[in-house]
């Protein structure tokens, strides 16, 4: 540490030599940071570009049609019944149905995790899910896959009729990846309402379900459907643990229990074995576009959540 | 009585769905644990695996998900440190913040896998890095970045407003403050923010499929040339990690012990993984001790 008197002579010039280096010194730190962030930006206008501009070469250079591309339920992409079709819409299909279902399943068990930890028993209550819920966040997808497959499908296939792969399983196995999702932004919601309001709900003589069902979760619904929507977006993303457990068909499936397939599943199946370059390359790019395009809407969705949750 | 009746019946469900969901978790990894703990030994977490024939292991793929983790962290967390500090300090309310705040966000929804066909494209195709370690690293550090910035915001956020203030009081540049007076108190939930962030980052698959690869080259372990394709620190190798292992032998597997080796190798993730969050409590409070005057965690 440099002291004042230590410099006796020269204390103007010694002075502004201290103030440049204070100067300096924040001017780095500030570029740096900056460029830290500006990198950021970098990043996913390239991550947009470099997808959309593999994405739209199936329509503009294969010359696929948007709409027989999203609405053509026929996916035949070497052509083994004459001209190759690419028809995405049973993958479409399949991610939509999974991930609706699995917010189905999942959000009244998160709901009511977040309504035992805050408003059942907050003190042991929170002790005990918190934990459990973290870990549930933690565990790999790979794992989740592992197991719906060697526990859920085998399961699935003796209970009900079909081959235990599908829609169902995928469903299954999602709901709870996204369990934590949902349970983690309900129960934040949940533990910074007012207190006042519970209270005086109470204090009208309300039972604690009359009160948790007309005052708090009327209160804290917009919160729970950012959570919802969170969720979902994590499992119309999810690939690999999706993919072990749904059977890869690439068809519209008529059960639940039925092989089916989803844009994740057929983009991790495929991409390895096509050519880079080639329409049926191009078509599954089309389809991570297509996902891009997903996570788009599900951030706006939350947006416009929170703007009205602020209200 | 009939509001009575109903409030004990919500209350009812509602614990049932709650214990419910204990019961997944301590079945789930029960099982795994179960499943998967009889077939770790020593030579199952050493040796290399065996594509037809029994008796295969998991030694490079777990080298390989360990090496790659700490490739991913020496370049996230001088930018996730960066871009959060950015946005903690020195951000100013307006139009430009709110687009970074939206990039982080869109960032940290993209689906993994259009991640790592990114990654595909411009890291091992258009770059020429090929599969490898580096493009697998760089490709985590962008999964994972947005988690990183914003752990930093928080931390630094979460730092008492009087202690900038006597920084500033001294005359200290507002840099230094940062380093000096800032950083050392945000340190302990950067670091457990951290540790967690790698826990995901250690289970991540779909990313790294078609960036670092699905297959490992014969390592020998007693070449320690970083440039050396047999190498095990060399970062420009294939390498296929622990996850994605899991996956392959699940989907492809030809060795007749696959489903062991795969209950095995998940066993070895969710182990590591619950070690990750231990660890991340851990040392958080330790560092909390060290680097402030306070005895407890606030």
Known sequence: MKTMDERPVQVGSARSGR???????????????????????????????????????????????????????????????????????????????????????????????????????????????????????????????????????????????????????????????????????????????????????????????????????????PSILTGIVLGMARAFGEALAVQMVIGNAPHIPRSLFESASTLTSVITLDMGNTVMGSAHNDALWSMALALMFMTFIFVLLVRLLERRNRI | MKAKLTDKIATFFIVFFALLIVAVLVGLIGFILVRGLGYINWSFLTSPPQTIRAGGGIGPQLFNSLFLLVLTLIITIPLGLGAGIYMAEYAKPG???????????????????????????????????????????????????????????????????????????????KWKIITSVLFPVALPSIVTGTVLASGRVFGEAAALLYTAGMSTPRLDFTDWNPMSPTSPINPFRPAETLAVHIWKINSEGLAPDAAQIAAGASAVLVILVLAFNLFARWIGGVLYKALTASKRMG
């Open chain 1, 19 to 221: 103030f440049k280096k204070h100067h300096a010194e924040d001017l780095a730190g500030r570029s740096y940071t900056f460029i830290c962030v500006a990198l950021l930006i970098v990043i996913i206008i390239s991550i947009v570009f470099f997808v959309a501009s593999k994405g739209l070469s199936t329509f503009f250079r294969d010359g696929v049609s948007v709409s027989d591309f999203l609405f053509g339920s026929t996916w035949d992409p070497e052509g083994n019944q004459g001209d190759p079709v690419y028809g995405v819409l049973p993958f479409i299909f399949g991610s939509f149905a999974t991930s609706l279902l699995a917010a189905l399943i999942a959000s009244p068990l998160s709901i009511c995790a977040s309504l035992f930890m805050t408003e059942i028993v907050p003190g042991w209550g929170k002790k005990l899910l918190q934990p459990v819920i973290e870990l549930l966040a933690g565990i790999p997808s790979v794992v989740y896959g592992f197991v719906g497959l060697t526990v859920l499908v085998p399961f699935l296939r003796n209970v009900f009729p079909g081959q235990g792969i599908g829609i169902a399983a995928g469903s299954l196995v999602l709901s709870v990846m996204i369990l934590p999702t949902i349970t983690s932004v309900a129960t934040d919601a949940l533990s910074s309402l007012p207190r006042g309001l519970k209270e005086s709900s109470f204090a009208l003589g309300a039972t604690r379900w009359q009160t948790i069902s007309r005052v708090i979760l009327p209160t804290v619904l």
């Open chain 2, 95 to 173: 139009k430009f913040t709110s687009a970074i705040r939206l990039v982080v966000e869109v960032l940290s929804s993209f689906p993994s896998i259009v991640i790592g066909l990114f990654g595909m494209l411009l890291i091992v195709n258009l770059l020429g890095f090929g599969f490898s370690l580096f493009s697998g690293a760089v490709v985590l550090t962008i999964f994972n970045l947005p988690l990183m910035v914003r752990i930093t915001e928080q931390a630094f956020r979460s730092v008492p407003k009087e202690q900038k203030e006597a920084g500033l009081a001294l005359g200290l540049s």
